[in-house]
Structure formats: structure tokens, C-alpha cells
């Protein structure tokens, strides 16, 4: 399929889209759009359900199914429409606020049944769309709009949550490395189970204005410096690691998926 | 073919709902609906259907909702406590028009309540409980018989009017057995939602309207399904423009108030034109009604009318079949709330008397006999 298939996915007349100039969104879109291209992943049976927030309007600009929900809920509702249709290929592009806070039953179970859904965080440390609060994801001690002196609470890993609870597919990357991004959302397409994308992305207009991260070049600088080499990572000590984030692939394998597991069950039963 | 069974209201519940067609169940255990979770985990796989139980009811009516979006009939039971969690997403179901059926057995309340006795007291939550201006169908049945016919009705409607239907059932009617008459698919009428047959390209979710029901696709057909919670224009997109959001709100509300003729009918017993009327739903319907015959056996002329929809209240009839009436009693197991919607309907709050008990104990129809002796006396 050649590259330009991509607009197949993307509603090129509904833009420009609301978000901010430097924020990371559209660039997680055409990442997405060009890994389902190579995919061959029909529009129409391709799902594209978002969370609430800044990410979640990522929806208003695609072409194939759209489903946009409540708060925190969207793998919820997804992992219903999967046990009814699961020859859908259902992609979860969810905001780290919606994900990590309310979401994060949804989440942690959802990896836990291995439903068959590839999971698209977009970090970007704070809640945008109402004006910068800080999330569970947004490191010790950054500034937010409701941690004006430094966030005062830890954060969590959601990549470590997720190989815990049973995922078959866990990475994470950030908005500067376009190509990695793109692999890595590939590769979860063609796994069954659940599937883990984190995306650490620039907020221009709240954290990283905030936390004096500078232009949108030198945020972009930032997260090349900052996110390095899972394996580069593990050969640190314990200080060095308080100044850098890992990326890369962090699980890979094939457990069954829920309905995989169902319909054992109920052949189990049958018998 | 139809077969006699000896069912509780729970049980009548679960097998309506095969019978109607419904192959996807999601829900958590809670006092007093557990028995319509525990049955649905046998009776889905055996009819090649889905049973889930979900990690709260927020995520079961969710997984419900998106089941129903897939094309397959959906539904969950539950009781106030977890009521109050869907509210959430039955604000959604409303909002984005998706067929969903969701059982409240009441129990006793506020917050964990008496979590095995009885009451009648979310009749305000199922209708108001999720924010903003939407309109949605609460039927309540009085018997096992129609736990199980009320169960297929609430499937028909929520496929006709793509709405969330409430089945309002209690404590009381889930564990009473009573011998129930099971008409089987073959036998039932069965309303499916309409489905899009016009060109794909160019498709609008919103845009085809029949009777201000919009004619739908579900998720993975040909024809693209967008859905949001957002205000959406008919292709499905978000909106903020106030007109697109004025016409979709006020839509939500006339698709299904201004068809109120379609929805189950009250049932009216005794003596039309009778001095005193009993009004009464649910449970306590059937203490109301051994009442007024009883009363009626002794002479006495009184008129018993049984709310079956209970959502949108039935105005028009209700004040039509009490317009004569002298003096009407309200029985009810909460504190008045359908006495109020009488009120509402601009009947005199002097004709009006509540019959009202709060102990978690049902109505007995020797109580309802007294009040309706002192008032003829």
C-alpha cells in the first residue's frame, strides 16, 4: 500500500484541529495513520475510541469508526464491543490523565483479561484540556497549575503496570522519535491481546511553559536527551536513573487473549 | 410455544431477556439482583451470547453500551448502589443512542441501605440521575409475569427509540416464585433496530432519521459508525454550534415524549367513574389491588389504576382517568415520589393522599384497606 494510503484514515477536511502549535497529537495521528496503512487494516474495520481530554479529540479527525465515550471508561466500553466483534481492529488512544487517574481500573484490568485492544497513551504530564493540572504521570516535583511548588506526589510507571498485570505488548517512546513511534504502534496492530503504546508528548502551552522547558525545539530536544535506550537505562546506577526516563519495547509475548479464554471456557463446559 | 415455569422475578428476568434476543450481559454482583448475574453466566454461553463480569458497574454498563454499538443486544442488572455508578453512562447511552436494557432491583436505601429488604424509592433516581436534559423509559412490573413480559418490552423499546430502558423492579419482586407463562422467540413480537441499506460513502450516523430515531450502523459495518458524547452533528462529528446542540437536546427529548402512546399503558381496575381512585406501581400494585377488591366485594366503589410505564410519566392519562375522582390515594414505598409527579400533572394536592412506608417492609393490602375505608367512611 503506498504511504500516501494513509489519508484513507484521516479526515484531511476537518482540519485544522483545536489543539495547540507544538502540541504532540497530530503527530501521534499520522503515526497511527500511517502504521494502520501499512497494516492494510480496512477503515472499516478499524476503531479508533478515545478517552476525555486533549487527545480525545483525535476522533473529529478520522475516517474509520469513532467511538468517544466518558471519562476514563473508554476500555470499558471497547472491551465490549470486542466481545462481539472481534475481527474489529480497536485502537484506545487515551490522555495520561484520563488513563492513569480515572481510568486506571479500566486499565489495569483490561491488561489483566488481555483484551485484544492496542492501547495508545499519549503522556504529556498534565491534564491539557483543563489547563495544566498534574496527573498521576507527571514526575515528583514538577510544577502544575495545581502544583504551583512542585508535585508533591510519586508517579507511576503505567508500562510496568501493564506487564504486571498481564499484557502481551508493552513500550514506550516519545513524540521525537516519529519512526520508533510508528514501529511500535505497527507492531502492537499485529498482536493479539493487549497492547501498550506510551507516548511521551510536549505540552507548549502548560507544562512545559510552566516548567521553563523552553520552545517547542527545545522540548523536543528534551525528550531526545531525556528518554534513552531501555538497555542504556538498565546499565545505570541509581542516581544516573533519577535524571532519565527509559524507552523502548519492555514486554513482548503471547498469552491468550480474553476471548481467546472465553471460548475455551466455554468448549470446557460444553463437554 | 409457550411453557409454564415456577420463576422468581430474577429468573424471569434472565430468561425474558434470551428470549428477546439479548446475547451480551456485563454486570458485578449486588443484593438483591446477584441471581440475574449468576443465571446470565450459564445462560449467555449456552445461547452463544457473552457474559462478562466487569470490575464495577461503570464498567459494566460501559462494556454494555459498546456491546450494543457492536450490534448485539446488551444489557445489566443491578441495584441502587450500583445504579448510582451507571448514572454515568446512562447519561451517554442517551446522549449517543445506543438500545440498552439496564434491571434496577431497589433495595433499601440511601447509600448500602438494608441491602436484602425492599423499598420503592429510586423511582426520581432512574429517571434523573444522570445529568442533563435527555428522556428515557422506566418500565416497572407488579408480578413475576411481568418481570418477564416488561423484560421483552423493555428490549422492543430500547431497539425502537435507541434508548436506555430502566426495568424498575424491587427486592420483593426478585425472590417472590410465581408461576410464569413463557411465550418463547417464536411466540414474541420482536422489534430490531433499523439499520442503514443507502450508499456508504457519504453515510451520516445522525442523518436519517425515522420518527426521530436515527438509523444507525453498528461498529464494523460497512457503513462508518462516529459516535461521541460530545454534541455531534448528524455526521457524527463534535459540535458547539448552540443550534446543532439545541436541535440535537430537544430531539433526545420529543423521540421518545412525543410517542408516549407506544410505551405499555396503564392498567386501570374497578369502577372508572369511582369517588376514590388508588394509584399505585410496582409491588405495591398488586397489595393495592387485593385491596380495592376486597373493598369492591364490600360494596364500596373504588377505582385502582397500576402505573406500567412509569417514565415519561403518563400525564395525560393519569389526569384523565382521576379527573372525577374525589379523593385519590398513592401507594408507594418511599416518601411520594409518584405522588408528586401527580401533583405535577396539576391534579389538587388536597384531592391527593400518600400511602407511604419507609420500614423496608412491603405494603400489605390490609393497610391499603383501612386507608381506603377511612377515607369512604
Known sequence: MPLADYKQYVAMDRLPSIWCPGCGNGVALKALALALAESEIPPDKTLLANGIGCSGRVGDYVRCHRFHGTHGRTLAFVTGIKLVRPEIKAVCLLGDGDCSAIGMSHFIHSARRNVDIVTIVI????????????????????????????????????????????????????????????????????KK??????????????YARYNKIGTIIQQLEWLKEKFIPIERYNEMNNDEKENFFWRGILINRDLPDLYQHMHKGVEVRKR | MTIKKLLTGNEACAYAAVNAGARFFAGYPITPATEIVELCSKLMPSNNGVFIQMEDEIASLAAVIGASLGGTKA?????????????????????????????????????????????????????????????????????????????????????????????????????????????E????????????????????????????????????DKHILRVTGLVHQASGYSSDNPRVAEELVQRLARKIDNYQEELPAPFFY???????????????????????????????????????????????????????????????????QVREQLISCGIPPEKLRGINKQNAEVITPSEVLSALKEENS
Open chain 2, 185 to 220: 422467540p417464536g411466540e414474541l413480537n420482536l422489534y430490531q433496530r433499523k439499520k442503514p441499506s443507502g450508499p456508504v460513502d457519504g453515510y451520516l450516523p445522525y442523518g436519517s432519521l425515522h420518527n426521530d430515531v436515527p438509523v444507525m450502523s453498528n461498529f464494523g
Open chain 1, 123 to 190: 503522556n504529556n504530564f498534565n491534564y491539557g484540556m483543563t489547563g495544566g493540572q498534574f496527573s498521576p504521570l507527571s514526575p515528583y516535583n514538577m510544577i502544575t497549575s495545581t502544583s504551583r511548588s512542585g508535585k508533591a506526589e510519586p508517579d507511576i510507571d503505567m508500562c510496568k503496570l501493564a506487564d504486571v498485570a498481564g499484557a502481551n505488548y508493552v513500550s514506550r517512546t516519545t513524540i521525537y522519535h516519529v519512526a520508533e513511534m510508528k514501529n511500535y504502534i505497527k507492531e502492537s496492530l499485529g
Open chain 2, 75 to 183: 444489557f445489566t442488572a443491578t441495584s441502587g448502589p450500583g445504579f448510582a455508578l451507571m448514572s454515568e453512562n446512562i447519561g451517554l447511552a442517551a446522549m449517543v443512542e445506543v438500545p440498552c436494557v439496564i434491571i434496577n432491583v431497589q433495595r433499601y436505601g440511601p447509600s448500602t441501605g438494608i441491602a436484602t429488604k425492599f423499598s420503592q424509592s429510586d423511582v426520581m433516581a432512574v429517571r434523573w440521575g444522570s445529568p442533563g436534559d435527555h428522556s428515557l423509559i422506566v418500565l416497572a412490573p407488579s408480578s413475576v409475569q411481568d418481570c418477564y413480559d416488561l423484560t421483552v418490552e423493555a428490549f422492543n423499546l430500547s431497539e425502537r427509540f435507541r434508548t436506555p430502558v430502566i426495568l424498575l423492579s424491587d427486592a420483593a419482586l426478585a425472590h417472590l416464585r410465581e408461576k410464569v407463562e413463557i411465550r
Open chain 1, 193 to 206: 491481546g493487549f497492547s501498550l503504546v506510551e507516548i511521551v508528548s510536549p505540552c507548549p502551552t502548560y
Open chain 2, 270 to 336: 374497578g369502577r372508572q367513574s369511582a369517588d376514590l381512585i388508588v394509584v399505585s406501581f410496582g409491588i405495591s400494585a398488586r397489595a393495592s389491588l387485593e385491596a380495592v377488591n376486597t373493598a369492591n366485594n364490600e360494596g364500596f366503589k373504588t377505582g385502582m389504576l397500576e402505573l406500567r410505564t412509569i417514565w415519561p410519566f403518563p400525564s395525560k392519562k393519569v389526569k384523565e382517568l382521576c379527573s372525577g375522582a374525589k379523593k385519590i390515594l398513592v401507594v408507594e414505598a418511599n416518601r411520594g
